[in-house]
């Protein structure tokens, strides 16, 4: 049976674990959360591009006047003229779109009976486009690749000079996260495929856009 003061150093060990750690661990989780929410934004932008769909309503020709924001997209007024029937022209429209658009800039789009607008998708994927979700899905990569590095570890980027004034936190210098990494065979692999996977679609973007 464990004395009082068994328990207590016990205690103190592991609370000393996660001061030293703690700092670490939540750099890591930040690097991995944005990674999760890129890939996710990326894939939906990726699966929506690739997958052909008509648009909603009166296909016609938008004329953007103006843009604001509107929240995380933009509120654009223009005129709307209809391609087919009357030809119709709606001086009055509004289209939110998820990005600013150039005055006097040109938008295929349809016109729903209740007077919205939305884009058609003819699911054909540019090389620009290719690139730009090259870049993205390389930076979500490597952002999960540090940010493990970091949960595993609980390395701290500071100066050891720091150490002084944070002494209760403490602190995991890189050498030592370093061993704990190359002691951990699956870890150090896992950790280096993801960098080097998030690097190359990093420069297969630019490559692809420029080259092509």
Known sequence: MATNSEAWQRHRDRRSFVYRRGTG?????VFVVFAIKILISAGGWVGWHVTPQD???????FKFAACAPAGDDYRCTGAFREDTGDHRVFDDAVFVVPTEQVK???AAVNRAPDGGYSYGNPGEV??????????AFG????MIGVGAFFL?????????????SWSRWGRVSF??????????ALLLWSI??????????????PLVTFLA
Request: with cysteine.
């Open 55 to 61: 648009g909603a309503g009166t296909p016609g020709l």
């Open 126 to 135: 540019t090389t620009g486009m290719l690139g730009g979700a090259s870049m």
């Open 192 to 205: 280096v495929g993801f960098c080097v996977l998030g690097l190359v679609l990093l420069v297969t973007g």
């Open 139 to 142: 930076a979500a990569v490597l």
């Open 104 to 106: 006097g800039g040109l």
């Open 25 to 29: 661990w939540i750099i890591g989780a």
């Open 152 to 164: 595993a570890t609980g390395y701290t980027p500071r100066p050891s000079r720091m150490s002084g």
């Open 175 to 184: 050498g030592e996260a370093w061993q704990i990494v190359r002691s951990r």
